[in-house]
C-alpha cells in the first residue's frame, strides 16, 4: 500500500529540492504554493490541533536549497499562533536547529533568519 503523499529529496549538482507528490501534483516544497496544499500541525496536552508554520520541517543544509528564502519561512509565521507555551518551545527548538546549522555552514542569512524567529516568538510570550 502505498503512502498517499510522497516526500522526494532530490540533489542535483551540490543543491537540494524537495518536492511532495500527490495523485499527480508536484510541488516544490521552499513555494509559495506549498502552504497552499498542506499544513503542519502539533497537537497540545489535551489532544488539540495547532497548525504550525509548514516551511520549517525541512532545518539542515538549507544554504543548499537554491529556493530556500527568509521571506517565505517568516511569511509561514502569519498565519501561526505563539502563544501557547508548547508551539513557542516548539519554535524555540527550530530556532536551536537552525544555530546548529549556522555554525556548520556559516551561512549568515541561516542566524538571521533564526533572530528574526527568536524575537517574534519573544515578542508574542510578554
Same mark, same amino acid.
Request: glycine share 4%; no cysteine; aromatic share 14%.
Given at each position: 500500500? /502505498?503512502?498517499?503523499?510522497?516526500?522526494?529529496?532530490? !540533489?542535483? =549538482?551540490?543543491?537540494?529540492?524537495?518536492?511532495?507528490?500527490?495523485?499527480?501534483?508536484? $510541488?516544490?516544497?521552499? !513555494?509559495? #504554493?506549498?502552504?497552499?496544499?498542506?499544513?503542519?500541525?502539533?497537537?497540545? #496536552?489535551?489532544?488539540?490541533? &495547532? $497548525?504550525?508554520?509548514?516551511?520549517?520541517?525541512?532545518?539542515?543544509? *538549507? #544554504?543548499?536549497?537554491?529556493?530556500?528564502?527568509?521571506?517565505?519561512?517568516?511569511?509561514?509565521?502569519?498565519? !501561526?499562533?505563539?502563544?501557547?507555551?508548547?508551539? =513557542?518551545?516548539?519554535?524555540?527548538?527550530?530556532?536551536? !536547529?537552525?544555530?546548529?546549522?549556522?555554525?556548520?555552514?556559516? #551561512? =549568515?542569512?541561516?542566524?538571521?533568519? =533564526?533572530?528574526?524567529? *527568536?524575537?517574534?516568538?519573544? /515578542?508574542?510570550? &510578554?
Amino acid at each position: 500500500m /502505498k503512502p498517499l503523499d510522497q516526500h522526494v529529496n532530490i !540533489t542535483l =549538482a551540490g543543491k537540494k529540492y524537495d518536492f511532495f507528490i500527490h495523485k499527480n501534483r508536484i $510541488i516544490n516544497y521552499f !513555494t509559495p #504554493e506549498f502552504s497552499k496544499h498542506y499544513i503542519m500541525q502539533i497537537d497540545d #496536552e489535551k489532544g488539540d490541533p &495547532t $497548525i504550525i508554520n509548514p516551511y520549517i520541517s525541512i532545518y539542515e543544509n *538549507l #544554504e543548499q536549497y537554491p529556493n530556500f528564502s527568509i521571506d517565505l519561512v517568516i511569511k509561514g509565521f502569519e498565519d !501561526t499562533l505563539y502563544d501557547n507555551p508548547e508551539i =513557542a518551545n516548539y519554535y524555540n527548538q527550530y530556532v536551536l !536547529t537552525l544555530l546548529l546549522d549556522f555554525d556548520r555552514s556559516g #551561512e =549568515a542569512k541561516i542566524l538571521f533568519l =533564526a533572530d528574526i524567529i *527568536l524575537k517574534k516568538n519573544r /515578542k508574542q510570550l &510578554t
